[in-house]
């Protein structure tokens, strides 16, 4: 058997030429950071419709104590996996990205654990539930969430406030109006508005959208005509219906505690009340 060198040789030069290739996109893609200083760090956070609780001085910080921040480093020193892992240990961050440019700079990209609501229950917890429904212990941290307040367990917070939470969130209505959740201890649920001297009541936590959506349209074609503090409390917890109670109008009467439904007020007509009137004359 005549061995064909001329085959060989062509088949060894074509593997030489791969190998060359691939060495040199492969520098291409990684240009040499070698003796090149880090003469940026620039830290993105994303920020959706409500503050998280970490800024970029609080990040750089943490890198600082764990002598990882990069800026007037050697770039190849500089070990953007380890930062990854690092930011990631954080509570409040739910995502880290890291990477270096040729011209000198790090950028690190972060997503934070949004908070949506804050619970201040009666048996004295005080924590923070994210819009995944996770708890977030961060009291001595502050941002601008709905507060809610009551006969709060952490599973009722976990499971059911935070479908509410993130509903009032993500509906800009809402997230404008709504500034107290308050749980009764049958489980119903009370809500506090902003604009308005009046509680919405809606019952036991179910068809929430459906119940929110109809509260939407009273406020737009009922309130806006005879006044959103007419009444001291507006019902939404049975379907295709509100029941509203009149404010009192001698509040030091009033009777604060919150009860599972209202008879609907009845508010004389002007006839009605000259009848009385003209009854009262002649006894």
């Given at each position: 058997?005549?061995?064909?060198?001329?085959?060989?040789?062509?088949?060894?030069?074509?593997?030489?030429?791969?190998?060359?290739?691939?060495?040199?996109?492969?520098?291409?893609?990684?240009?040499?950071?070698?003796?090149?200083?880090?003469?940026?760090?620039?830290?993105?956070?994303?920020?959706?419709?409500?503050?998280?609780?970490?800024?970029?001085?609080?990040?750089?910080?943490?890198?600082?104590?764990?002598?990882?921040?990069?800026?007037?480093?050697?770039?190849?020193?500089?070990?953007?996996?380890?930062?990854?892992?690092?930011?990631?240990?954080?509570?409040?961050?739910?995502?880290?990205?890291?990477?270096?440019?040729?011209?000198?700079?790090?950028?690190?990209?972060?997503?934070?654990?949004?908070?949506?609501?804050?619970?201040?229950?009666?048996?004295?917890?005080?924590?923070?539930?994210?819009?995944?429904?996770?708890?977030?212990?961060?009291?001595?941290?502050?941002?601008?969430?709905?507060?809610?307040?009551?006969?709060?367990?952490?599973?009722?917070?976990?499971?059911?406030?935070?479908?509410?939470?993130?509903?009032?969130?993500?509906?800009?209505?809402?997230?404008?109006?709504?500034?107290?959740?308050?749980?009764?201890?049958?489980?119903?649920?009370?809500l506090v508005p902003r604009v308005g001297e009046h509680i919405i009541y809606l019952g036991q936590p179910e068809n929430i959208a459906e119940k929110l959506a109809r509260m939407e349209k009273?406020?737009?074609?009922?309130?806006?005509?005879?006044?959103?503090?007419?009444?001291s409390r507006i019902s939404v917890e049975f379907g295709n219906q509100i029941i509203c109670k009149k404010k009192d109008s001698h509040p030091h009467n009033h009777h604060i505690a919150a009860?599972?439904?209202?008879?609907?007020?009845?508010?004389?007509?002007?006839?009605?009340?000259?009848?009385?009137?003209?009854?009262?004359?002649?006894q």
């Amino acid at each position: 058997m005549t061995f064909n060198w001329k085959r060989y040789s062509l088949i060894a030069a074509n593997i030489a030429v791969g190998i060359y290739l691939t060495l040199a996109m492969t520098a291409f893609n990684k240009p040499d950071m070698t003796g090149k200083i880090c003469t940026q760090v620039k830290i993105d956070i994303n920020e959706s419709v409500v503050k998280g609780f970490l800024n970029a001085d609080e990040i750089k910080t943490i890198l600082v104590r764990a002598n990882l921040y990069p800026l007037g480093k050697q770039l190849a020193s500089v070990d953007i996996r380890e930062i990854e892992e690092t930011l990631i240990k954080n509570p409040f961050i739910e995502n880290a990205q890291c990477y270096k440019t040729p011209n000198g700079h790090v950028h690190i990209i972060l997503a934070q654990h949004m908070p949506i609501l804050r619970i201040l229950a009666d048996n004295g917890e005080n924590y923070y539930i994210d819009n995944s429904g996770k708890v977030m212990n961060g009291t001595r941290l502050t941002t601008d969430v709905v507060v809610a307040t009551g006969h709060i367990t952490k599973k009722y917070a976990t499971k059911v406030l935070a479908h509410i939470g993130n509903h009032i969130v993500n509906d800009k209505f809402w997230h404008n109006q709504i500034v107290q959740i308050n749980v009764l201890q049958d489980n119903s649920i009370e809500l506090v508005p902003r604009v308005g001297e009046h509680i919405i009541y809606l019952g036991q936590p179910e068809n929430i959208a459906e119940k929110l959506a109809r509260m939407e349209k009273f406020y737009k074609y009922g309130l806006n005509k005879v006044g959103w503090n007419k009444y001291s409390r507006i019902s939404v917890e049975f379907g295709n219906q509100i029941i509203c109670k009149k404010k009192d109008s001698h509040p030091h009467n009033h009777h604060i505690a919150a009860v599972p439904a209202i008879q609907k007020a009845q508010t004389d007509t002007p006839e009605q009340q000259t009848e009385k009137q003209t009854a009262k004359k002649q006894q």
